[in-house]
């Protein structure tokens, strides 16, 4: 860990599974946490928000190190109607924003705004290698990702601003959550190809990586995925494998878009996307589950 960690941590979104892991691994250490609720408060670590219009009180942000931002309504929710498509945005850019304004409000004292993003920032872009340089695609979930890191952005220009563009988590809470029935019960196969690059990460190296983060004077883009490149294919191998199920029933894509929706499909089933991590790993950042296999078998338990 970088020589000065943090030593209080604001945390909006602390009910989540990103959310949940990173408050538990920073009170670990000692790292005081106030949490960000929609609920009423229920202790002094917590402070209400976002119940109307009102700005949030900037003192509330006052004299932290940090100042984490991982709200957002599930994008594994389906289908995407266009009710939902507004709530996947305003649950993103409302709390940014709202945060950005009080941030900005303490002028030199501001502290640094860590706001989560996604890899989805990326869109498709088969064969191509992706890293925080790399063009913005095209979609609905690329506009969402591009329109919330902007939100982010207007925390500036003295407050440090990094944006977390964070893979899907390889967790039974995450990204295995509807894989893992299917697997279970022999029904798991190819989606679509199965040959697209799907960007993937643990969730502790999310959380030790979000701390490196906080604990570093990294900005802009940060790509939060794993170092090692994997196809749909090797993620369902993976678990068709550590579950000891079969992996032969394809999944057509119009079958799929006709289920989840166009968008829902193409944004996280079809979407092909080599994402690099390089800022982190130029950092210094290590990784303790390098490939997609270590990955979902940190995740899941050994069938017997």
Known sequence: MPESPARRVV????????GSALAEALRADGVEV??????PASGPHEVQWLQDAT???????AGADAVVCLNGASIGRFP???SYKSRLLWSRITPTRTLATAIRALGDDAPALVNASATGYYGSQPGAVLTESSRRGDGFLVDICDEWEN????????????????????????????????TKLGA???????????PWITLEDEVRAIRHVIDSDLEGPVNLTGPTRATANDLGFALA???????VLRAPVWAMKLALGRDATEALLTSDADVRPTVLE??????????VEDAVASAVPAAR
Do not use: C
């Open 11 to 18: 945390l909006a979104g602390a009910s989540g599974l990103i």
């Open 34 to 39: 106030t949490s960000l609720v929609r609920h």
């Open 55 to 61: 700005p949030l009180d900037p003192s509330v942000l």
């Open 80 to 82: 995407w109607t266009p």
């Open 151 to 182: 939100a982010a952005r207007g925390a500036g220009p003295r407050a440090r601003v990094a944006l977390l563009r964070t893979a899907p988590v390889v967790h039974e809470r995450g990204v295995l959550k509807p894989l893992l029935l299917l």
């Open 188 to 198: 798991a196969g190819p989606i679509g190809r199965g040959t697209q690059v799907w």
């Open 241 to 247: 494998r550590r579950m000891n199920r079969p992996y």
């Open 282 to 291: 130029d950092a210094g950042f290590t990784f303790l589950h390098r490939t």
